[in-house]
């Protein structure tokens, strides 16, 4: 019984990169809005590292003076807690790497999502002025595009979990799989 052999073909890194995607209109936008959301995460923790390299704290301030609404008792105990603090700072700074770089981004985009509603809590009800709308603000926009990366996984694209995706290690072990989309 001769069969015939079996080709196997090796992807470049450049083909796990980008693979057919280059072309689509879907992709690029995806990896816009990635790369503009974790600029924003990175550009706010960068400010909060250096009030924290100043001496201070970067969310006493939010949680003591601008949480409103039914929690606010809540919020306002959290003031001053190394803990809090620790997850805010670093927690934006790891989310807008994974998001710039494209790795872990589902990850991210958990992270992402639960401090954009925890965000929105601290601030209910997020209508502050007359002309302000009572749903939907750039936290609320912001959770939807965490949310949306979460499914659609456009770290594929131009992104490392592209590349890791490819490795023996992830595709034996299929929980990695899920992590890297």
């Known amino acids: 019984m001769g069969g015939y052999p079996t080709v196997t073909k090796r992807q470049t890194i450049y083909e796990s990169l980008v693979g057919t995607q280059f072309?689509?209109?879907?992709?690029?936008?995806?990896?816009?809005?990635?790369?503009?959301l974790g600029w924003l995460f990175l550009w706010s923790a960068y400010f909060k590292v250096q009030t924290e390299l100043s001496g201070g704290m970067a969310t006493r301030g939010f949680l003591a003076n601008s949480a409103s609404g039914p929690?606010?008792?809540?919020?306002?105990?959290?003031?001053g807690n190394w803990g809090v603090e620790i997850l805010v700072v670093y927690g934006e700074l790891l989310v807008g790497i994974a998001l710039v770089l494209g790795i872990f981004t589902r990850l991210g985009a958990v992270a992402g999502a639960l401090q954009m509603l925890l965000f929105t809590a601290a601030l209910w009800p997020i209508a502050d002025t007359a002309n302000a709308n009572p749903l939907v603000d750039f936290r609320v926009i912001y959770g939807m595009m965490f949310l949306m990366f979460f499914f659609v996984s456009p770290s594929r694209f131009l992104g490392i979990d592209?590349?890791?995706?490819?490795?023996?290690?992830?595709?034996?072990?299929?929980?990695?799989?899920?992590?890297?989309?």
Do not use: I, P
């Open 23 to 36: 072309r689509s209109g879907r992709a690029w936008a995806l990896l816009f809005g990635r790369l503009s």
């Open 71 to 79: 929690l606010q008792g809540f919020f306002n105990s959290l003031s």
């Open 162 to 181: 592209g590349v890791l995706a490819n490795t023996k290690f992830v595709k034996k072990n299929k929980w990695m799989n899920y992590l890297v989309g």
